[in-house]
């Protein structure tokens, strides 16, 4: 994947405006999912975004804000077309599912029932496998993103090969675009056409997706969003740096079952409807195939993280007791999340690498189920949420006492370190720095031989501007684990002052 950064000074420009065009594109009154996106975008400095909701099989809410193109002071609009990036690995699953209810192919099946000349250590790989990023491949693209091969499919299908296999199949989740790859290869073969041309025949034209294409940003696309960027991949690890910049990718053509569609929430919205009603996949099993996250060899789900924590054939999953969602996400850019069990799907597509909207896709679904408010305690581990309730309580600043009572009172009650941590994040998150604070030292009192502990509340001492008690902790920190970088860099900081 060849991505170019071009360096813009349309910053500042970009953010004020984006408020400015919201309000002249629409006489609608703002609703509150309309103030939320507003801040979101604001606060992430997004400048354009699609927004469309379905409730009961209906589309039930679209809408556009911000800017399409910031140097053209170009309007989103409900037309705009946005990459959606990895996202096209849904349509593949559904490609893939379509197939075996052809008879065509089983998705149990191993690879090499399929293909020819791969290596004997791939063979008994299965689709599934490829599907749900657990084949253990090597990478067909290297730490930058960047396709082997120079993004020739030749060389870069030679030197995949000649690449070891990274763990037996199963073990484990690892993102790997060799499995997309490959799966292309399966679909052109079985269908007698292009797999580009198979998903645009049985899925886009099925549905009527007339924007809806294969393409990248080598392309003269009408109405598009074009692409922004607050980070920047160094040496495999993504930054955010301080420029916005402009963003130019290009998705080679066997590549594209990997990363390769761009569309719009409006006609994304008509495809997912289409979905659930069976005009895509005839058998209702089909869909609770494709919607349910592989199971690893030790019993367990693998995933991205603690939200999207379990991956399906081709849909990313938040495998959760409540509200359990299948949610697609492309480019640290854009989503939608389907919510099988209450009727909802949010689709929230933008034009900025480093938006991450799945994690905040919750938060607006949370506008029709209000239980599901970040507010509410939604999205917190079991113990963790227990916790909050009696907190909440009984104030903050008796978190210790009161996590040892709840231990009490059940011997199985467990606070872990990262799920305290990650409380405390979004604690910062929704600008409660107090209790925040009294998360972060529970964490400490819980764990204290853990330098991690010791960084966030040191973080947090120092946001409160209480820069003795921060220096003090970010060097327990640096004690604990001196391989801890910004402890070092802030204890350097803090002793200059």
Same mark, same amino acid.
């Given at each position: 994947?060849?991505?170019?950064?071009?360096?813009?000074?349309?910053?500042?420009?970009?953010?004020?405006?984006?408020?400015?065009?919201?309000?002249?594109?629409?006489?609608?009154?703002?609703?509150?999912?309309?103030?939320?996106?507003?801040?979101?975008?604001?606060?992430?400095?997004?400048?354009?975004?699609?927004?469309?909701?379905?409730?009961?099989?209906?589309?039930?809410?679209?809408?556009?804000?911000?800017?399409?193109?910031?140097?053209?002071?170009?309007? #989103?609009?409900? $037309?705009?077309?946005?990459?959606?990036?990895?996202?096209?690995?849904?349509?593949?699953?559904? #490609?893939?599912?379509?197939?075996?209810?052809?008879?065509?192919?089983?998705?149990?099946?191993?690879?090499?029932?399929?293909?020819?000349?791969?290596?004997?250590?791939?063979?008994?790989?299965?689709?599934?496998?490829?599907?749900?990023?657990?084949?253990?491949?090597?990478?067909?693209?290297?730490?930058?993103?960047?396709?082997?091969?120079?993004?020739?499919?030749?060389?870069?299908?030679?030197?995949?090969?000649?690449?070891p296999i990274e763990f037996n199949p199963g073990d484990k989740f690892s993102y790997n675009q060799t499995g997309y790859v490959i799966l292309g290869k399966i679909i052109t073969k079985l269908s007698g056409m292009h797999?580009?041309?198979?998903?645009?025949?049985?899925?886009?034209?099925?549905?009527?997706?007339?924007?809806?294409?294969?393409?990248?940003?080598?392309?003269?696309?009408?109405?598009?969003?074009?692409?922004? +960027?607050?980070?920047?991949?160094?040496?495999?690890?993504?930054?955010?740096?301080?420029?916005?910049?402009?963003?130019?990718?290009?998705?080679?053509?066997?590549?594209?079952?990997?990363?390769?569609?761009?569309?719009?929430? &409006?006609?994304?919205?008509?495809?997912?409807?289409?979905?659930? +009603?069976?005009?895509?996949?005839?058998?209702?099993?089909?869909?609770?195939?494709?919607?349910?996250?592989?199971?690893?060899?030790?019993?367990?789900?693998?995933?991205?993280?603690?939200?999207?924590?379990?991956?399906?054939?081709?849909?990313?999953?938040?495998?959760?007791?409540?509200?359990?969602?299948?949610?697609?996400?492309?480019?640290?850019?854009?989503?939608?999340?389907?919510?099988?069990?209450?009727?909802?799907?949010?689709?929230?597509?933008?034009?900025l690498q480093g938006a991450n909207p799945e994690y905040f896709t919750d938060e607006i679904a949370g506008y029709y189920i209000p239980d599901m408010h970040e507010a509410n305690g939604f999205g917190l581990p079991h113990?963790?949420?227990?916790?909050?309730?009696?907190?909440?309580?009984?104030?903050?600043?008796?978190?210790?006492t009161i996590s040892k009572n709840l231990k009490k009172k059940d011997p199985k009650f467990t606070l872990n370190e990262n799920d305290l941590n990650g409380y405390g994040y979004r604690l910062l998150g929704e600008e409660?720095?107090?209790?925040?604070?009294?998360?972060?030292?529970?964490?400490?009192?819980?764990?204290?031989?853990?330098?991690?502990?010791?960084?966030?509340?040191?973080?947090?001492?120092?946001?409160?501007? $209480?820069?003795?008690?921060?220096?003090?902790?970010? &060097?327990?920190?640096?004690?604990?684990?001196?391989?801890?970088?910004?402890?070092?860099?802030?204890?350097?900081?803090?002793?200059?002052?």
């Amino acid at each position: 994947m060849k991505i170019n950064y071009l360096k813009s000074s349309l910053l500042v420009f970009s953010v004020s405006l984006i408020t400015n065009v919201s309000l002249a594109q629409t006489q609608q009154t703002k609703d509150s999912i309309d103030n939320f996106i507003a801040g979101k975008m604001q606060k992430l400095q997004i400048p354009g975004l699609q927004l469309a909701v379905i409730r009961n099989g209906k589309l039930e809410k679209l809408k556009s804000y911000g800017l399409a193109n910031i140097e053209n002071n170009v309007a #989103a609009t409900d $037309e705009s077309v946005f990459s959606i990036n990895s996202c096209t690995k849904a349509f593949v699953g559904v #490609a893939i599912m379509q197939l075996q209810e052809q008879g065509k192919l089983n998705i149990n099946d191993p690879i090499s029932k399929y293909i020819d000349n791969i290596p004997l250590s791939w063979q008994k790989i299965t689709l599934k496998q490829l599907l749900t990023n657990t084949s253990g491949l090597p990478n067909i693209i290297d730490d930058t993103e960047h396709v082997l091969g120079g993004g020739r499919e030749a060389a870069a299908w030679a030197t995949v090969k000649a690449l070891p296999i990274e763990f037996n199949p199963g073990d484990k989740f690892s993102y790997n675009q060799t499995g997309y790859v490959i799966l292309g290869k399966i679909i052109t073969k079985l269908s007698g056409m292009h797999f580009t041309e198979f998903i645009e025949e049985n899925q886009f034209k099925v549905v009527g997706m007339m924007q809806t294409r294969f393409g990248d940003s080598n392309d003269i696309i009408p109405h598009s969003a074009g692409g922004y +960027s607050v980070v920047n991949s160094v040496n495999g690890q993504w930054a955010e740096g301080k420029d916005l910049r402009a963003i130019y990718m290009e998705f080679p053509v066997f590549f594209r079952t990997a990363s390769g569609i761009l569309s719009t929430a &409006k006609e994304l919205a008509e495809w997912i409807i289409a979905l659930q +009603s069976g005009k895509l996949l005839r058998n209702k099993a089909s869909l609770t195939a494709l919607w349910s996250p592989a199971i690893l060899n030790n019993g367990q789900v693998g995933g991205f993280n603690n939200l999207v924590n379990g991956y399906a054939l081709g849909w990313p999953t938040a495998t959760r007791a409540d509200h359990p969602a299948v949610g697609p996400v492309g480019g640290m850019r854009s989503t939608f999340f389907v919510y099988p069990q209450d009727d909802l799907s949010i689709i929230v597509l933008t034009n900025l690498q480093g938006a991450n909207p799945e994690y905040f896709t919750d938060e607006i679904a949370g506008y029709y189920i209000p239980d599901m408010h970040e507010a509410n305690g939604f999205g917190l581990p079991h113990y963790v949420k227990q916790l909050r309730q009696e907190l909440l309580k009984s104030g903050f600043d008796n978190a210790f006492t009161i996590s040892k009572n709840l231990k009490k009172k059940d011997p199985k009650f467990t606070l872990n370190e990262n799920d305290l941590n990650g409380y405390g994040y979004r604690l910062l998150g929704e600008e409660k720095r107090k209790e925040a604070l009294a998360i972060f030292k529970l964490n400490t009192e819980l764990f204290p031989k853990s330098g991690n502990t010791y960084d966030s509340y040191a973080e947090t001492l120092l946001l409160l501007g $209480e820069k003795d008690a921060a220096l003090k902790n970010y &060097k327990l920190s640096f004690k604990l684990d001196p391989k801890n970088t910004n402890a070092a860099n802030q204890i350097k900081n803090l002793e200059r002052k």
